[in-house]
């Protein structure tokens, strides 16, 4: 049984979410904490961009010789 649905969520839950927030970590903390999530997205999101790129061993000089040259 599914009993979190992303959708659900309305303007009531993010008021007490928020409130929550604010009596466990206090106002000075939680811009430190989003500013570490936005950190640590950012990262995983430059992560998987680099994973796509296809990666190309460097040529050796062998290939190098054999490569027509481009003017």
Do not use: R
């Not at 009993?3 to 009596?23: C, D, K, P, R």
């Not at 998987?48 to 027509?68: F, I, L, Q």
């Amino acid at each position: 049984m599914n009993l979190f649905i992303l959708g659900v969520l309305s303007g009531a839950h993010v008021i007490i979410i928020i409130a929550v927030l604010l009596i466990f970590f206090g106002g000075k903390k939680i811009p430190e904490l989003m500013g570490g999530l936005g950190k640590g997205m950012k990262e995983f999101k430059k992560a998987m961009k680099d994973e796509e790129e296809p990666t190309t061993p460097p040529a050796t000089a062998d290939e190098k010789k054999n490569e027509p040259l481009k003017q």
